[in-house]
Nanobody, 115 residues
Framework: VQLVESGGGLVQPGGSLRLSCVAS????????MSWYRQAPGKERELVAR????????NYADSVKGRFTISRDNAKNTVYLQMNSLKPEDTAVYYC?????????WGQGTPVTVSS
């Protein structure tokens, strides 16, 4: 199983980024997909989750109204559109795939929000 994130980088406060995570060697459409993040010195936290069929999403309170998670099952890809970015959004962002006891992680993509 491989999850490969991309799209991170340096952005100014108020800017936007779109993260992507491409999955391989799993039946992607059967997995709930999530984005987590981990800031320096802090624990990893859930940012957003989308169910396998895409019918349900949930978000951390800190990103509601600014971030949007979506998926394209035909492309085995989950996205995280991040708008109105704040310095406190700075972290390494990780893609996660989960189904029953199966739980997979990507290597992470760093996001830095700074002027």
């Amino acid at each position: 199983v491989q999850l490969v994130e991309s799209g991170g980088g340096l952005v100014q406060p108020g800017g936007s980024l779109r993260l992507s995570c491409v999955a391989s060697r799993i039946t992607f459409s059967r997995y709930d997909m999530s984005w987590y993040r981990q800031a320096p010195g802090k624990e990893r936290e859930l940012v957003a989750r989308i169910t396998s069929g895409g019918g349900s999403t949930n978000y951390a309170d800190s990103v509601k109204g600014r971030f949007t998670i979506s998926r394209d099952n035909a492309k085995n890809t989950v996205y995280l559109q991040m708008n109105s970015l704040k310095p406190e959004d700075t972290a390494v962002y990780y893609c996660n795939a989960r189904r029953f006891r199966m739980n997979y992680w990507g290597q992470g993509t760093p996001v830095t929000v700074s002027s």
